[in-house]
Structures are given as structure tokens and as C-alpha cells.
């Protein structure tokens, strides 16, 4: 599809939609190729017909157009998904469009973690079911937050609505780069969301579970294609469109848009996730009639936008406050976006946290971890009169905001010469602990 963008040649376009439509159809032709090879593949890994049999695995089991959800490998299906809703798009073809809208929103809805995660068992690295997400035996890989971001992209250059934008947000800051060490050479392949590090190397259903970030590996996918996304991070800042500039991202930048004959510059600087203003200046010499498209986040109740310092009107449509007029040199939209700290409560058929609560402050999920709070983290509890206290980080936390609230912990003096199991009795003795 990029090429056909590029060339404008019709046989690009064209081959895409063969493989796109091909996928799935009967007789399928990995079971024709499979008899022609004498029942022999070249995957052994699972068994002789293993890619032939879990064809979920490679988003070759059903037409897209009769998949209700998503299913199977979670990075193929993103990457596959990605592609399609460029097709749709540029071929205009709307029942491509809804079937792109239908799975989107049965991940978004049913299969995503808080983080942006997607992938919720290691067996064929892929989605289970509806609701089902656990914590601990989580896939996640980097990779599929990746596409995640690219299929997010194409679905915001098809329609022009915040929720791909809140979406690519999350998977951004607390998956891709929550992945990457600060030392930009350790990664995590598998993105958990709660680790027991005593249990990892008896336990093997955790044989896929890091309790660190690791170095170079193996199968390196992920660690450059953080560096893809990186590198090419504003076309997922920007959409350009002919009726607007939408800026999805608050990321400080410097970019030239043509718009007709004209070019508008922008700069958006400030320290955002960690600080709740961004500013958004024109740099523009000669003056650009157009408009921009500030994304309103939806963790934000409150967003604040001036322009020059005074109240600027503007018009809301789907998550966007779009402000039109002729930007000249100087002119400066002050974008506030204020971040309490908030809980956020996963859905009643999400089983693997009832009685659970995730600590979001901006776009970021906060992490509890024993380095701070001693081990047995489910031990932990939070009051719910508990108040956060926003503190500033320092040595590797320096420049980033910490949290701190005064919770419970359930402990006993002598666990080892307790019984396992405790009939009739009172819950063991809680401690306040910061």
C-alpha cells in the first residue's frame, strides 16, 4: 500500500486486496500445499502440521470478512489489520472500512490491557478470548504494541476520532517505551503486568516471564522496532488532512506542513507526560490560513486551550477542539491538561482484577514494585481514603514524577511456623506503611 501511495501504479493496490481477500478462503491453500509436499512443513516446531492446523496463528483461518473478533498471533494480526485499514481507505471501500472498525473496537473493548497491551497467552503469542486478560502469564510483546500504534495510525488518517489516538497514546508511553531500560540496552520482549520473581524459575508457566529487562536476545524483533517507531514517531504525532493539522501526540517537536502552496511550522515543546502544559508555537513567516486539531486525552475531565494567553473558541468534534483561523509568526495555543492522580477499575467480566485497582496519573499507569514496598506485593491494599502525594523523582527518577500514598499491609510475626490454612479465624494483622 505504501508504494502504491508512492507510485500511484493500480497493480500495487491490487495485489493487496488478492492477499487481503484470499486469506481464509476455501479450499485453502495451506492444506492444498500441505498434501502436495507430502504431508511435510518446514515448521517443526510444534509438530509437522503445526502452521498448517493453527491457522489463527498466521490470520489465515477466516475471511476478514466474517472474523467477529480478534483472534490468533496478536503481532500479525495488528500488522495484517494495518494494512487493511490503508487499503480501505485509499480504495475507498467501505465494507473493508467496517470490518477494520469491528475488530478494532472488539480488541479495544474486550482484549487490551490498561498498559496498551495486547497478546494475552504465550501459546502462539496471541489473543484467547473476550475478557480474558491475566496479569502474570501475559504475552504483551513490544512488537504488537507497535503495531497496535500503526493500526491506530491508519484508523486516524481513515476518521479523524480520538479514541485511535488515546489508544496509541497508552501503548506508547506504557508499553513500547515502558519496555526499554533507561540505558537503551535492555528490553522487554513479554510486557507482564505483576511478577513474583521466586516463582518464575519453578513455575513453567512463566517460562516466557522476565522479572528484568533483558540485553540483545535471540529473536531481536523488538528493540528495533522501537527504534522504527522512534525514528519515525511524527507520522504518529501528526495526521495531516486537507480540512486540518490533528495532532494526536504532545511530544516537543519542530515540523513543516504544506498546506496548498503555503507551509505551516509548528513547535510543540514543554515536559509533557510528566508536566500537564504543553505549548504549541507557529513558526511559521508568512502567514497560514488553516486549522489545528488539538486531541482532547480522555483520562483528561478538565483540558485547558489559550491562544496568546487569552480564551480561544474552537470547535469539538470527536475528541478533537478544532481551531481555525490565519496563524502568523508568534502566535502561541497553551495546551493544559491537568493529571490527578486517578484509580481506574477494569470491568466486572475482567476476572483477573476483581478487588484491584490500577494508579494512573496523565497517560501514565504507575508501577508497584518490591524495590520500594519490600516483597509479597499482593500482601499490599489501598485504602480507599487514601490521598497520593506527587513527589519529584531524583538519580534515574530525576525529572519524573513519583507517587506516594499511605496503604496497608497484612503481615504476621511468624509466617514459617504457621499453618498453611487458617479455619474460623481472624485475617492476619495490618500495618500502615507509605
Known sequence: MRLYEVTGEPRYMALVNYFVEERGKQPHFYDDEYEKRG???????????????DKPYSQAHQPIAEQPRAIGHAVRFVYLMTGVAHLARLSQDESKRQDCLRLWNNMTQRQLYITGGIGSQSSGEAFSSDYDLPNDTVYAESC??????????????????????????????????GGMALD????????????????????????????????????ACCPPNIARVLTSIGHYIYTPREDALYVNLYIGNSVEVPVGEQTLRLRISGNYPWQDQVKIAVDSPDPVNHTLALRLPDWCRDP?????????????KKGYLHISRTWVEGDTLTLTLPMPVRRIYGNPLVRHVAGKVAVQRGPLVYCLEQADNGEELHNLWLPDNASFTELEGKGIFAHKVLLQAQGVKYTTRH????????????????RRRH
Open 39 to 53: 504431508k511435510t512443513s518446514y515448521w517443526h516446531t510444534y509438530g509437522p502440521a503445526w502452521m498448517v492446523k
Open 144 to 177: 504488537a504494541s507497535i503495531g497496535l500504534m500503526m493500526f491506530a495510525r491508519r484508523m486516524l488518517e481513515m476518521e479523524a476520532d480520538s479514541q485511535y489516538a488515546d489508544v496509541m497514546e497508552r501503548a506508547l508511553y506504557n508499553t513500547v517505551l
Open 184 to 219: 537503551g540496552k535492555h528490553f522487554f520482549y513479554v510486557n507482564p503486568l505483576e511478577v513474583h520473581p521466586k516463582t518464575l524459575q519453578f513455575n513453567h508457566i512463566y517460562d516466557h516471564v522476565k522479572p528484568v529487562r533483558q540485553r540483545w536476545f535471540g529473536c
Open 304 to 316: 485547558q486551550v489559550t491562544l496568546n494567553g487569552h480564551d480561544v473558541a474552537g470547535t469539538l
Open 415 to 430: 509466617p514459617e511456623k504457621q499453618s498453611l490454612w487458617h479455619y474460623d479465624t481472624a485475617p492476619p494483622n495490618a
